[in-house]
């Protein structure tokens, strides 16, 4: 019987199969690689030495993997001698020290392929270049990590001695893989998805990044092997994710850990092969050219990487010995564009041999592949050939007189057809979305700002989901791995500290040099790299890890709230700003309401919390970093608008018109944009640390005012209540009560709540008090975040900045709350300042009513455009608006257009200029389309007679 168990349990066939078979591929890949370079492009470059060093080390990876397996891994400890365990050992310790090697140089040969082909890239180069240094510094550092694991060093396939436990190190280590596998996996796509390509190349590109994923996927389901063999060892009573004996001597070591050696052997070769799929398109059009162009199609192909813009310099000599084509010497270079970049256009036929020319001839000169080295040459694919343009028409006699006239008029309109004439279109547009034309966000109408709104709350879903998941699995964690009290109050106050640290610096920085989308799509890699760090921090248990891991998290989500709530505040009309955010802000709480239900119930709903629960609470983490990845490249490709300072200070500058506001009023000889500011800072400093004291100590109050009921689903009915308060008074703000009138109420409300909380008898009415104050608070915040941000300008982004670093008071309050706790041993007194806090809110929305300066400042009411204002401008628009031929005119730069007109000469200066005769000004242009101008020709052909 025990013969047929270990039959069954035989992994070795497999293992040394599967790894044969793929280190064949790989080196086939390699070679077809080396034999385009030398032998058709006659060049190699340093990728190329890079990828034939991780070709090395993936023979190193592979021969220790069937070494080992020769030698008995996959199989029973049963059935192994000690010659054979001693073996497998030793091709163990080989390939932890090449697999990590093979993986950095792979990445590094495609990552300097990257850098080479984005010299007209900024971000695609700088990217390429940090996620280069990524690679090799967590390489060497794993390296060397694998290299004396073990003391002594011997001690890895020897007896005596301990040693770090490999499948810790190797789970702790799979996040910086994945993250840079998603990495190489993207950072091209804004580039790709840019070019013009016809359905073969489509098809090769659909094609080689499926196989790019497919890495990614690989190392994925090696972490599933990883973490089986982990809980194998839990299973054998091997507990500790540190350290191990000498010689890895749990049971069945082999056999437990050798599927997930595979799997690193396929990630390896799979890695490699895709390292050299993007590179051997000269070898492809020499041998198989049909698989990517068309026979049947006449093309104009492009010299390559050396003219595409993407490697940077131009050869000359790929077209100093070019061939003429069709009988026709070559144009010479066209000129390029910062998109495109294509130069030396010749017209060939696909399906010829690009060698052969009008009936046989060679050309001894370098051939038109020369430089399409990479998969950004490969997909460039140009319009088809266009006629030669038709001459310009001979422009009238009136055209001629009044150009004359007004240089400054046709002058721009001559060289756009000069522009036109010479070069190819200068944008390419985006297969399925209009990326130009878009409105500013503070000119959105509220139907056209209710889409964009939406899509944004998204993350107001998100970050409200991230920190309830985080709340409820810190409370999981601390029990597991039996955390101090103290130590899991630090982990609570790291989500505070990541508030203070990455508004002012990250969120601002990003927002005000990119804007809105670029700030969101960096607040959602933030978070994913923060959800990736709690993989290792699981595994090894780690406390300094946990608390990294939380900063990380929340730090995305602090960039993300930097950008999202000054989004959704400006994005249509200015009298909805607070209607709006807390419509948004709402969706934060459902995301809160529903993460703890999910941790507590889906991962740990049959109340056993131990260590091998926190491998489910691993893979939500990872299900979840992937999904924020997913969805910045969402965010990428989805068209939002933006606001520029400019029109964010033309939004201020109306709206105090129509207030009859000052942008430099005073206020006690302080500016009043300062005052108000400084204000609001206080004031959400005051809320949220009373909200995350009530938070933190949730359970213990639960506990002591209303013992019998459930924990759990008392915080989450006060989270649901805090949602619902928050669409409640979008309701009121949208049908036009003052925001400020909402603040004193939920204010109020919160403190006599709180004092009930405090005072009354324990029991159910008590506790539905403490529930109601979740009610009552939920909307001070978003009400004062768009309070404080009206009127404020290009400064819009830096309040949001300061205002979001209030939120650095949920490290501070609750710890008065928690010393309060330690001194005076009553529950309910940990209540106290949040009390006093809410006291101190009342008085805010007070002082704004008691000062009318502050009231025309922050009432929405101001920001209301009357109907007629509406129609007038509407009149003023249709009114200004010229069409010139090709080119549009309008009166704001007439005076700057014709001379004469600007100033304070002709008529009077810029705005006597706006005032002119309409058809005084534009006559030519009114009949310049058909070349007519009676008067103008009557002139000319009377000039004419008289000089006759």
């Known amino acids: 019987m025990a013969e047929v168990q270990n039959a069954l349990a035989d992994r070795h066939t497999t293992v040394f199969v599967v790894s044969l078979v793929l280190s064949v591929f790989a080196t086939a890949f390699i070679g077809m690689r080396m034999l385009s370079k030398g032998w058709i492009v006659k060049r190699y470059t340093l990728d190329d030495w890079f990828a034939v060093a991780a070709w090395v080390f993936s023979m190193g990876v592979s021969v220790s993997v069937m070494i080992g397996a020769q030698a008995g891994l996959g199989k029973m400890d049963s059935v192994l001698s000690d010659y054979q365990s001693e073996s497998q050992k030793k091709a163990i310790y080989a390939f932890t020290i090449f697999y990590n090697l093979a993986l950095s140089t792979t990445k590094t040969a495609i990552l300097i392929l990257y850098v080479r082909m984005a010299a007209a890239h900024f971000f695609l180069r700088w990217a390429s270049i940090a996620t280069m240094a990524v690679v090799n510094m967590a390489g060497t550092a794993l390296v060397l990590v694998m290299i004396f694991r073990c003391h002594p060093v011997s001690a890895a396939y020897t007896d005596g001695g301990t040693c770090m436990n490999l499948i810790s190190i190797f789970l702790s ?360 760090a709690f993989w290792p921090s699981a595994v090894l248990g780690s406390y300094g890890g946990f608390f990294v891991s939380n900063l990380i998290i929340a730090m995305g989500l602090a960039t993300l709230e930097t950008a999202a709530n000054p989004f959704v505040a400006l994005a249509g009309p200015g009298e909805f700003s607070e209607a709006r955010l807390n419509f948004s802000q709402a969706f934060q709480a459902i995301g809160a309401f529903v993460a703890p239900i999910i941790a507590s119930k889906a991962l740990f709903g049959d109340g056993d919390v131990s260590e091998q629960k926190l491998f489910r609470v691993q893979w939500c983490y990872l299900a979840v970093a992937i999904f924020v990845l997913f969805l910045a490249i969402v965010f990428f490709y989805v068209p939002l608008a933006e606001a520029t300072d400019q029109a964010l200070d033309k939004d201020t500058e109306d709206r105090e018109m129509r207030a009859y506001l000052s942008h430099q009023g005073k206020w006690y000889g302080l500016s009043t944009r300062i005052v108000l500011l400084c204000m609001g800072v206080f004031t959400l400093w005051l809320y949220i640390g009373a909200q995350e004291s009530l938070g933190y100590f949730w359970p213990l109050l639960s506990r002591t005012i209303n013992p019998g009921f459930d924990t759990l689903w008392g915080r989450t009915i006060s989270r649901g209540g805090h949602a619902i308060g928050r669409f409640a008074a979008a309701i009121l703000c949208y049908i036009g009560v003052p925001p400020r009138f909402i603040i004193l109420f939920c204010a109020l409300g919160s403190m006599i709540t709180g004092l009930v909380s405090i005072l009354a008898p324990i029991g159910h009415g008590t506790y539905a008090s403490l529930i109601l104050i979740e009610v009552f608070e939920s909307a001070i915040f978003p009400t004062v975040f768009a309070i404080t941000s009206r009127n404020q300008g290009r400064h819009i982004k830096s309040t949001s900045a300061a205002l979001l670093m209030a939120a650095s008071a949920g490290a501070v309050w609750p710890a008065v709350a928690y010393g309060i706790r330690i001194h005076h041993m009553h529950v309910r007194h940990l209540l106290i300042p949040s009390v006093v806090a809410w006291a101190l809110i009342a008085l805010y929305p007070l002082a704004l009513s008691s000062v009318s300066q502050f009231r025309g400042w922050i009432d929405p009411k101001a920001s209301r455009i009357k109907k007629d204002e509406k129609v007038g401008q509407a009149e003023k628009g249709q009114q200004l608006e010229v069409e010139v031929g090709d080119m549009e005119i309008s009166p704001r730069n007439v005076g700057d257009d014709l001379p004469g007109l600007s100033g304070d000469r002709g008529f009077g200066g810029r705005e006597r200029a706006r005032t002119l005769n309409m058809e005084e000004v534009l006559a030519a242009p009114m009949t310049m389309g058909l070349g007519l101008n009676l008067e103008a020709e009557e002139d000319l052909q009377n000039g004419g007679q008289r000089e006759a």
Not at 374 to 388: E, G, I, K, N, T
Not at 427 to 450: C, H, I, P
Not at 478 to 498: D, T, V
């Open 173 to 532: 280590s799979s996040p910086v893989n994945i993250l840079t596998d998603f990495a190489i996996l993207l950072l091209p796509l804004p580039i790709l998805t840019r070019l013009r390509m016809e359905f073969r190349q489509k098809v090769v590109l659909v094609a080689t990044f499926i196989v790019g994923g497919f890495v990614t996927v690989v190392d994925v389901v090696r972490v599933v092997y990883l973490q089986n063999a982990l809980k194998d060892e839990f299973a054998t009573g091997n507990s500790n994710a540190l350290s191990t004996t000498s010689g890895e001597s749990s049971k069945n070591y082999g056999y437990h850990i050798s599927y997930s050696l595979l799997w690193s052997s396929i990630e390896v070769s799979v890695g490699l092969m895709c390292c050299c799929v993007l590179v051997l398109k000269p070898l492809v059009l020499r041998i198989l050219p049909a698989i990517i162009k068309d026979p049947n199609r006449t093309t104009i192909t492009s010299g390559g990487l050396g003219s595409f813009t993407f490697g940077g310099r131009a050869r000359a000599e790929a077209s100093d010995e070019e061939p003429l084509r069709d009988g026709r010497e070559s144009s010479g270079a066209t000129n390029g564009t910062a998109a495109t970049g294509i130069t030396n256009q010749n017209v060939s036929h696909a399906g010829e041999d690009p060698g052969r020319v009008n009936g046989g001839s060679t050309s001894s000169g370098p051939q038109p592949w020369d430089n399409e080295l990479d998969l950004f040459a490969m997909l460039a694919s140009d319009p088809p050939a266009q006629p030669q343009s038709k001459a310009p028409k001979k422009m009238s006699g009136a055209t001629v007189k009044l150009q004359q006239k007004y240089p400054a008029l046709f002058g721009r309109h001559r060289a756009s057809a000069s522009t036109e004439a010479s070069q190819e279109p200068t944008q390419v547009f985006f297969d399925f979305v209009q990326m130009g034309g878009k409105k500013s966000l503070t000119e959105l109408s509220a139907k056209e700002a209710r889409k964009a709104v939406l899509f944004v709350s998204i993350l107001f879903f998100l970050w409200g989901f991230g920190y309830g998941l985080i709340v409820t699995l810190n409370t999981q964690v601390q029990k597991i791995h039996g955390f101090s009290r103290h130590q899991a109050f630090a982990l609570n106050c790291a989500y505070g500290l990541a508030y203070f640290i990455a508004p002012p610096s990250v969120g601002y920085w990003v927002l005000k040099k990119y804007g809105f989308k670029s700030t969101f799509i960096t607040g959602l890699t933030i978070y994913s790299i923060g959800a990736m």
